[in-house]
Structure formats: C-alpha cells, structure tokens
C-alpha cells in the first residue's frame, strides 16, 4: 500500500518512531557537545604573559570569565563572540555560575532524556501489545463462524470449503494461536477495555514525547 502512495497506520508509525530516534540522537550529540564544551572553555583563558593554555578551576566563575572572553573578542564580530554571548546569556538566566553547576545541569539533563526514552520506549511496546490484541481478537471474532462450520463438516466436504474460505481459516487460526500464547487458557477477550488502555497510553505517549521536546530545546 505504501508503495502505491497510499499511507498506512503501519507506515505513519515507522516514520513517526523514525523521527523519535531522530530526535534522540540529537540530543545525545549536543549533550556530548556540551560537556566538551565545557572541557574546553578554560583553554580559552590563556596565561597572562605566557604562550600556554590555562585549565578553568571547577568553582571559577564562569560568567565572569565569559564576560571577559566577550570584552577580548568585542572587536572581532565573529561567531566566537556570538557563541560567548549566547551562552553568557543562557547561564545567566538559568543562574548556573561554575563549571560544577553546569555539569551537573548536563548531567541531570541526561539522566532525565534516558529516562524519558526509556518510558517512552515501554510506552510504544505497550501500546503495540494492546494494539495486537485488539487486532487479533476482532479477527478471531470475525472468522470464528466460518472456521466453526469447517468443522462441523464432513471431512471430503472441507476441502471445498477451505478452497473457498483459506484467508479467513487462516487469519482465525493464526489469531486463536497468538491469543493462546498471549492469553493462556483465558477465553477472556477484553477489547474495550484493551482500546482504552492504548488511548491512554496515546496520550501519556504525547506527553513523554512533549517533555523529549523540551529537552530538545534545553540542550539547542
């Protein structure tokens, strides 16, 4: 169906789950990105007098020492400056002023983007699961008649009617087995109730994908 153009529930999964990883590994990267960052901005500060590169101390103050690297390259008007600027002003507004409180801002910003993924990850399997089961019983639900006078048959009469029926005798028997294994010897088939599960797994979804955003943003 996809390659005719025509999108499936399958397919907008796919690509929505696609996105997700996208997304994912993006801030992965720019987490890294900013914890070398901040392995690297005290190598900025060189010695007075001196041809070396000095290591910023964990409790300097970091605004200060970018305000200075602002007043150096106030002149140059370059993508350093704006780089200065932009994180002069992020520290500032998120009141972090040491290399030590940015490091553990990072760290606690990671340690929530794995836990959301993680619950994001058992939220999607959840819903695939519900989802399989909704499927799968409205199926068995669908052929159980016809697969129950194939049986009442007589035998040289069912082969006639297998011919005739083959994908419903198969979509019920493959059905009855994936609901055996699922369900055990429960005959229970609790289709509202599994529908309702997977809309409120659907929203908590969009939520924990919400909060994804947001770290996104955090991390930008």
């Known amino acids: 169906m996809e390659k005719k153009g025509i999108a499936t529930d399958k397919g907008n999964i796919n690509r ?4 997700q990883n996208m997304i994912l590994r993006e801030i992965s990267r ?11 901005i005290g190598k900025e500060e060189k010695v007075e007098n001196e041809n070396i ?13 970018l305000e200075n690297l602002i007043r150096k390259n106030a002149d ?10 932009e994180s002069y002003q992020l520290l500032k ?7 030590n409180q940015l490091k553990e801002s990072i760290t606690d910003l990671r340690d929530k983007n794995y836990k959301t993924t993680r619950a994001l990850k058992d939220t999607e399997k959840k819903i695939d699961d519900r989802t399989q089961l909704v499927d799968q ?3 068995y639900l669908k052929y159980k008649d016809i697969y129950k006078a194939y049986t009442k048959l007589k035998k040289r009469e ?9 994908a419903e005798l198969i979509l019920f028997e493959s059905a009855k087995k994936y609901l ?17 599960e997977v809309a409120n797994l659907k929203k908590e979804k969009k939520s924990l994908y919400n909060q994804i955003l947001e770290i996104r943003e955090e991390v930008e």
Do not use: C, M
């Open 137 to 139: 019983s409205e199926k």
């Open 158 to 166: 069912q082969e006639d009617f297998y011919n005739e029926h083959t």
């Open 30 to 40: 720019r987490i890294k990105a900013l914890l070398n960052w901040i392995r690297g």
């Open 93 to 99: 507004e998120k009141n972090i002023t040491s290399i």
């Open 16 to 19: 929505e789950i696609k996105h």
């Open 180 to 196: 055996k294994e699922q369900l055990g010897e429960s005959k229970t088939l609790a289709i509202s109730k599994w529908k309702s």
């Open 53 to 65: 590169k000095s290591t910023l101390p964990t409790k300097e103050n970091l605004l200060s020492v």
């Open 76 to 85: 140059k008007n370059n993508a350093d400056l704006e780089k200065y600027i």
